[in-house]
Structure formats: C-alpha cells, structure tokens
C-alpha cells in the first residue's frame, strides 16, 4: 500500500518556463573504459557536440553569450580555463555588460595561473571559491537563468566513450541552494 502523502508544495511553473522542457543530450552510445580518439566515438545528438574535441557545442555557444555565469565542477581543468580565458578575450567588448563569473572547484593551486589571467580580464567580476568537501560530486553550471547537469566535466568534455548532459532547467529555483554552498563549510573563497 503505498503511503499518503499530505504535505505536498506545489510551486506554480512561470509562464515563460511552463512549455520549457528541459533536454538530455548524449555524446555517445559505445561507452568503452579508457582514453577514446574522437574518431573512434560515435556520436548520438550530432548537433549538439564539437566533433573535433569533444565539448558540448550548446554550452560553449550559451557561455560565449551569457553574462552570469557559474561553474561547480570540482576538478574543472587548464583545458577547460584555456577555452574560458579565449571566449574572454574574444569579447573584451562585451566585459562592461558582463555581470559575474563564480567558480566552484577543488584544485585551485594547480590552476592558479589560469584562474588569475582570468581575474585580470574580469577584476572584480570573477571569484573563485575553492571546493573543501567531498560531498560535492557532480558538475553543474548555470549560464544566466539556465542550469546545466554534467555526466562529466563542465562544458562536456570527456576522456571516454559515453557520457550525457542535460539543459534547459530553471536557476532560479536553486538559487538558495548557491547562496548555501557560498556560506557554508563546503566552500572558502581564494580570490
């Protein structure tokens, strides 16, 4: 007999997310452990990965235009920081529009001289704050007002044959959860 359940909240969808689905995408369906050549793996939603290295097409393309961003991927790498740094180069013009760039991650010292290149282009718009909790396991960003889930690092990047992201979600129904992880032992800021 399955339990009552009484104190159920709904929360009333806004009308400009109420037809909104969110997307799962899949980079591969012929996951093999190891290092794969991106020759070698086969790429379901075409449309949505650079075939080249790998990444998520629809994020880089949402990151290039949005102007808040954040990013919790605890191990987020120089690979990833280089493609950051020259999206950041590339719309210098866009840097009195930009609002704020939040770095959630763990391996702050051995990115460090990424992370400040990208604080001189920003100033005060970048902050990084450095992940010290193993409780925080999957990656997630937000560009603007949409959330980002990642099977793998931030931006879609893998080292093996499958992996998946979803998109589309609305932010604002996690911003509380942000302003924790900010305020709470999970995380210090480092710059």
């Known amino acids: 007999m399955k339990p009552q359940i009484n ?17 799962l995408y899949f980079l591969s369906a012929n996951y093999e452990s190891g290092k794969r050549d991106s020759k070698d793996i086969e ?44 999206i950041m180069q590339k719309n210098k013009n866009k840097i009195p529009t930009f609002k704020m760039f939040k770095l959630y991650t763990e391996n702050v010292d ?22 010290k909790h193993k409780y925080i396991h999957d990656r997630f960003a937000i560009l603007d007002n949409e959330l980002f889930h990642f099977g793998c690092t931030v931006g879609g990047k893998t080292s093996e044959g499958f ?29």
């Open 7 to 23: 104190n159920v909240i709904q929360v009333p969808i806004p009308e400009k997310f109420a037809n909104k689905e969110p997307k």
């Open 43 to 86: 790429i379901v939603n075409g449309c949505c990965f650079d075939r080249n290295d790998l990444y998520s097409s629809i994020f880089w393309n949402n990151f290039e235009k949005a102007e808040y961003i954040i990013i919790i991927d605890k191990f987020f790498i120089n690979e990833d920081l280089d493609k950051v740094i020259k």
């Open 110 to 131: 051995n990115i460090k001289n990424s992370l400040n290149e990208i604080k001189r282009i920003l100033a005060d718009k970048f902050a990084v704050f450095e992940i």
């Open 163 to 191: 992996s998946a992201f979803s998109c589309g979600w609305d932010a604002n129904k996690i911003s509380m959860l942000i302003k924790q992880i900010e305020n709470s032992k999970f995380s210090e800021r480092t710059l």
